[in-house]
Structures are given as C-alpha cells and as structure tokens.
C-alpha cells in the first residue's frame, strides 16, 4: 500500500507541483519565492514530487539527499532568500504531500492505516534531512 501511495504522488506530479507553487507564490511567509522565474520553480517541485520514491528510500545522511539539499541552501543564499523562508518551503512541501495523500482517499480502510504510517515516518525522516542539510549548505556559504 505504501507503493500505492508513493505511485499515486509520481502520477500526479505535473498537478501537485502547479498547485504548491501556487501556494508558495501567494504565502506571505515564502515571499522571496516570487524572484523565481515560474517555470524553474514548478521544475524544482516537480522533481522532488515525480520522484518522491527514490528520495524517500534513499539514505538521507549520505549521497544525493546530503549533497542535493546542501546545494540547494547554498543556491537559495547566494539568491538572497532568508533562511526561515527554506525551512517554511521544506515543511509546506511536507505537509502538501500528506494532504493530497489524505485527500485522494489512500487511508480509508483500516489497513491503510499502516501505510499512511509507514509514509508519514519516511516523508518526517526525509524532511528532517531535508531541512538539516538545507541549513548546512545555507551556513558554510556564508563560511560559518
């Protein structure tokens, strides 16, 4: 069932990537979002989203979840962005792919249950990483 709901995600990428950069662009707490150009915005998103599998089954202390996010912090701070508007991105991520979840209607039947689990464990291990190498990558480019 959890591959079920990991499937579910990838499918519906393109649609859940439009969507939370429309969330992004209009939340007074992800203002630095809008010097984004539109279209590399939605390409961030989507790829995290077309290919939530391999990043939740990854080790994320070590390899692309490490390196990627680190990156990704040290990007967002040479372009200006506050800190708290990463770590704000990273949980709205979070929580958009847990509601969609919820919405489609994955964990309706107790045994669904399990699995909405097993995916809310993985997304929290994810995320924490996430945010943790966000944050790294953000501080060394300031050599601290």
């Not at 979840?65 to 508007?85: D, H, I, N, T, W």
């Not at 964990?107 to 990483?129: K, Q, V």
């Amino acid at each position: 069932m959890l591959e079920k709901m990991i499937e579910m995600i990838e499918k519906n990428a393109p649609a859940m990537a439009e969507d939370l950069k429309s969330r992004l662009l209009n939340n007074p707490d992800t203002k630095s979002f809008r010097t984004l150009d539109d279209e590399a915005l939605y390409e961030d998103i989507h790829a995290l989203y077309s290919r939530i599998g391999y990043w939740l089954m990854r080790d994320p202390e070590k390899g692309d979840v490490k390196s990627y996010y680190m990156e990704l912090g040290k990007r967002r701070r040479m372009e200006g962005f506050p800190l708290r508007e990463l770590v704000r991105y990273l949980i709205l991520t979070k929580r958009h792919i847990w509601d969609t979840v919820s919405q489609k209607g994955l964990m309706d039947a107790p045994a669904e249950l399990n699995s909405g689990i097993d995916l809310i464990t993985y997304l929290n291990r994810f995320f924490d990483f996430a945010i943790y190498y966000t944050t790294l990558g953000y501080y060394k480019s300031l050599g601290v």
